[in-house]
């Protein structure tokens, strides 16, 4: 069957995935590290004389922290490249189309394995996608807010502190802000599991580059997806 190949996802997109996904796996292992330490560490030892002593919560606060600023560094490079360039765009569910409403039956239907993959139309962003995203951005957002509102914390008089602060209290205090740090977190890392699940086997099913993709920028439809416009420049 004849096929067409369609550039999707430019090389900024693609860094940022990237990126985006190694800081969020680095933000996650340290966070439930720093809630509830499970391993032991040396212990009694100055913060200060740590490093040279293997892994202690300093050294796993500290690459939290890291990854926090590159998580943030990345969150703004993504609305910058997403305000040049259409391909970039986030585009948020079109409730009020048509094929918006088909195309989430389809892809329910599809993944209940209740129709065919190789039936419906085709589509750049699927409806899933098309409703998930722009929560998980507002997600990425939240926490980006909460955890720089709780590092904002130790200098109280500091940058963090006077841009975010304002978030503890309408959170009530820093228990509930830690406890909505957390559970969002593992909202962002069930999504992540169920995107990989979903990439993959839209891979191995259509064969139709959803996970080659994110490295090649390419991928392959039977017809020209009917959002096709949402893409061109």
């Not at 109280?156 to 205090?173: E, T, Y």
């Amino acid at each position: 069957m004849e096929t067409k190949r369609f550039y999707i996802f430019s090389p900024g997109l693609r860094l940022w995935h990237w990126v985006n996904f190694f800081a969020i796996l680095a933000l996650f292992i340290t966070g439930l590290y720093i809630g509830n330490p499970f391993f032991l560490g040396p212990i009694g030892y100055e913060a200060t004389y740590a490093y040279d002593k293997g892994i202690t919560m300093d050294l796993i606060r500290k690459i939290h922290f890291v990854a926090g600023y590159v998580f943030l560094s990345g969150f703004i490079f993504r609305v910058i490249i997403a305000l040049f360039s259409k391909r970039d765009r986030l585009i948020i569910p079109p409730f009020w189309r048509r094929d918006y409403w088909i195309g989430l039956k389809e892809i329910t239907l599809k993944y209940s394995l209740i129709m065919r993959d190789k039936e419906g139309n085709e589509y750049i962003r699927n409806a899933y996608a098309r409703s998930v995203y722009p929560l998980i951005y507002l997600l990425f957002l939240f926490m980006i807010i909460t955890g720089f509102a709780m590092y904002g914390m130790s200098n109280p008089g500091g940058l963090w502190a006077s841009l975010f602060g304002w978030i503890i209290p309408l959170l009530g205090g820093e228990f509930m802000t830690h406890m909505w740090h957390h559970w969002i977190a593992w909202i962002i890392i069930i999504f992540a599991i169920l995107h990989f699940y979903l990439v993959v086997r839209e891979e191995l099913i259509k064969q139709n580059g959803e996970l080659t993709s994110m490295f090649t920028g390419y991928k392959v439809f039977e017809k020209e997806p009917v959002d096709i416009e949402d893409i061109k420049e």
